[in-house]
């Protein structure tokens, strides 16, 4: 009989990181679904208690217990000097694979050019605690105000700069404001409470997540590849691949003929493939990968 008290309390980032997330424990293996006015997803596995929570609150709840573990920003772990052991780097975000950059924004007229430039002058942003330890850190004495959102628009009426997130700089761009500094690049972690991982079952458990997570992670630029090769044509295919993973070679039933297959980063894909078949490779086929796990 299943031992009913395993279960892990699982925190999944509600907002911005929502849907990104859903979809890399999908490709882990695991099916969440969301009714729209639940806080409470349904795993496909019954030892996995899942909760909504934003981003912003997700590590001071596993720091206390409430969670086993979740997921969430560097830079929030950071904000609330959360005590969390980071499992695994998940880097992904919104809007694709590279990190999220915290900066300090000005106007571009103004005349705000370095970090020492603030001293006196006032700041909005969301990541307070952050932004204070790192002025102090400079020996910068400003005023940082709580900003509930559109901080981009607040400058130079309500703040003289900013602390703000961005991927791509667009909206920094789109509201006239340049960058002074990058104080804080952050990608997303999966992180556990310590008491959680004394207890065996929980950490197999949770270590186990990461794993599939991280193997999730790095098939998602990645696809496989495998083609026939004839004798005579195998050191010209051969060398093309030999810049990546050796490939599995096989022996096929009609004589001097081979199968070759690896995996490969999706972007070389149409450059590789002409070439191969230009090199006498035939059957050539591409498929998607869920996982590849180290």
């Given at each position: 009989?299943?031992?009913?008290?395993?279960?892990?309390?699982?925190?999944?980032?509600?907002?911005?990181?929502?849907?990104?997330?859903?979809?890399?424990?999908?490709?882990?293996?695991?099916?969440?679904?969301?009714?729209?006015?639940?806080?409470?997803?349904?795993?496909?596995?019954?030892?996995?208690?899942?909760?909504?929570?934003?981003?912003?609150?997700?590590?001071?709840?596993?720091?206390?217990?409430?969670?086993?573990?979740?997921?969430?920003?560097?830079?929030?772990?950071?904000?609330?000097?959360?005590?969390?052991?980071?499992?695994?780097?998940?880097?992904?975000?919104?809007?694709?694979?590279?990190?999220?950059?915290?900066?300090?924004?000005?106007?571009?007229?103004?005349?705000?050019?370095?970090?020492?430039?603030?001293?006196?002058?006032?700041?909005?942003?969301?990541?307070?605690?952050?932004?204070?330890?790192?002025?102090?850190?400079?020996?910068?004495?400003?005023?940082?105000?709580?900003?509930?959102?559109?901080?981009?628009?607040?400058?130079?009426?309500?703040?003289?700069?900013?602390?703000?997130?961005?991927?791509?700089?667009?909206?920094?761009?789109?509201?006239?404001?340049?960058?002074?500094?990058?104080?804080?690049?952050?990608?997303?972690?999966?992180?556990?409470?310590?008491?959680?991982?004394?207890?065996?079952?929980?950490?197999?458990?949770?270590?186990?997540?990461?794993?599939?997570?991280?193997?999730?992670?790095?098939?998602?630029?990645?696809?496989?590849?495998?083609?026939?090769?004839?004798?005579?044509?195998?050191?010209?295919?051969?060398?093309?691949?030999?810049?990546?993973?050796?490939?599995?070679?096989?022996?096929?039933?009609?004589?001097?003929?081979?199968?070759?297959?690896?995996?490969?980063?999706?972007?070389l894909v149409r450059e590789l493939i002409p070439k191969l078949k230009a090199a006498g490779a035939s059957g050539?086929?591409?498929?998607?990968?869920?996982?590849?796990?180290?």
């Open positions: 009989m299943k031992n009913k008290t395993n279960s892990l309390k699982l925190g999944l980032p509600k907002g911005s990181l929502q849907e990104s997330t859903l979809r890399l424990f999908k490709k882990a293996g695991y099916n969440i679904s969301i009714s729209s006015r639940s806080y409470y997803p349904v795993v496909d596995d019954p030892d996995i208690s899942a909760m909504l929570i934003r981003a912003q609150e997700m590590a001071r709840y596993v720091e206390d217990g409430y969670l086993d573990c979740g997921l969430t920003g560097l830079d929030w772990i950071k904000e609330q000097n959360a005590d969390v052991v980071e499992v695994a780097e998940l880097q992904y975000g919104k809007e694709g694979f590279r990190p999220v950059r915290w900066v300090i924004a000005v106007p571009m007229d103004s005349k705000i050019k370095t970090v020492k430039d603030l001293q006196g002058k006032r700041i909005a942003t969301e990541l307070m605690g952050y932004t204070k330890r790192f002025l102090k850190s400079r020996g910068v004495t400003a005023q940082v105000d709580f900003s509930w959102g559109a901080t981009e628009v607040k400058p130079p009426q309500l703040a003289d700069a900013i602390v703000d997130v961005t991927e791509t700089g667009s909206s920094l761009r789109a509201n006239n404001l340049r960058i002074v500094e990058v104080i804080l690049e952050s990608t997303t972690r999966f992180v556990a409470n310590k008491k959680a991982l004394q207890d065996k079952w929980k950490r197999t458990k949770i270590e186990n997540i990461a794993m599939l997570l991280k193997g999730a992670l790095a098939a998602e630029e990645k696809v496989g590849l495998k083609m026939n090769v004839e004798e005579k044509t195998y050191k010209k295919v051969l060398s093309l691949l030999a810049a990546m993973h050796s490939p599995t070679i096989s022996q096929l039933s009609d004589k001097g003929w081979y199968a070759f297959e690896v995996i490969t980063e999706e972007k050539i086929v591409e498929y998607p990968l869920n996982k590849v796990v180290a």
